[in-house]
């Protein structure tokens, strides 16, 4: 039997992983869960595209949708890079949001250039 492998490597920033931190244990799991899941399956319901550089991870759990914005480091092949997470009470990914990904994403480009 062939063994699956998965389409690409997941890294989290600082501000995702303390944002995974806040969530509580079983919140956090489910999170981690359509991770892994994302990363062997499409399926639009648990990582969208969000507009040309910011991806975002959804997660609908316990009556929250929570979300993990995210980007692609295509210099390291495969790597989803999370920016930062947030709990919202709609579907409706506010704009600061997406600024602020971006702003990660910069930083981190930036940081990772220098080296």
Known sequence: MKKESYRFDVEFLEE???FLGTLDRKS???VLEN?????FKIDPKRLKKIDKEIWEFRTYY???HIRLLAFWDKQKGALMVCTHGLVKKTQKLHPKQI???KSLRREY???NNER
Do not use: D, H, L
Request: hydrophobic share 35%.
């Open 28 to 30: 956090r799991e489910k």
């Open 99 to 101: 600024e602020r990904a």
């Open 16 to 18: 995702a992983f303390v």
């Open 109 to 111: 480009f930036r940081k």
């Open 62 to 64: 316990s009556g929250r």
């Open 35 to 39: 991770i892994r899941i994302s990363r």
